[in-house]
């Protein structure tokens, strides 16, 4: 099985790479996985998988880290986000959100399509996520996308990878580490470090015994 794996940075996947020897450059192939650095954003996501996602993979895993919405998940935890929203993708109605199917638009909301039974995947917390253009850092925009999404990870890129996956009829999944709370931006409160130790081991335990 030939996998794609997908990253919005080096960084974030830094001990992957020097586990397997890789170069820091944004595409390398290897014998058993291929390794895409996108950029941050959708946007970014979306041009570097359209250059690279083809059907010569069984498999594309985006891997990062990513906020949460639930102080009940320990920070540095690894889930499994199957489901993701662009939650900002619709129109402002007063004070309504009307998401882009009320417009008759399209949809907004994707799905982690996949059959694995791999151990280290069934032993993750099973999620929903949104992805953001606006990484949420203020009480009022929290809870009203809290209330009106009921998220618990929130990316900058996630929901790209989904939907890019499913217009090409590609397996895909989405793992992320949590490295902070959604909340009113306080950088001393962040474990990124934690967060992308724990991503990796658990990649390269995938990549390893796949």
Request: hydrophobic content about 40%; some cysteine; glycine content about 8%.
């Amino acid at each position: 099985m030939k996998i794609l794996l997908v990253a919005a940075t080096n960084a974030e996947i830094s001990l992957l790479t020097e586990h397997f020897r890789l170069s820091g450059e944004a595409f390398v192939k290897t014998e058993k996985f291929d390794l895409l650095i996108t950029g941050v954003g959708m946007t970014a996501t979306a041009f570097a998988l359209g250059k690279h996602l083809s059907n010569r993979y069984q498999l594309v895993i985006n891997l990062g880290i990513a906020g949460s919405f639930d102080r009940n998940i320990a920070l540095g935890s690894v889930l499994n986000v199957v489901e993701d929203d662009f939650s900002e993708l619709g129109a402002e109605d007063h004070g309504q959100f009307l998401p882009v199917e009320e417009l008759g638009f399209g949809k907004s909301s994707y799905h982690a399509y996949n059959n694995l039974l791999h151990p280290s995947l069934s032993a993750l917390k099973k999620v929903k996520g949104i992805t953001v253009n606006t990484v949420h850092g203020r009480k009022e925009s929290i809870e009203a996308v809290k209330n009106r999404l009921q998220p618990i990870t929130e990316s900058m890129e996630g929901a790209a990878v989904l939907y890019s996956c499913e217009e090409a009829g590609i397996p895909c999944l989405q793992i992320r580490s949590i490295s902070n709370y959604v909340e009113p931006r306080n950088r001393e409160s962040w474990e990124i470090g934690l967060a992308i130790k724990n991503l990796n081991e658990w990649a390269i335990g995938f990549l390893t015994n796949s």
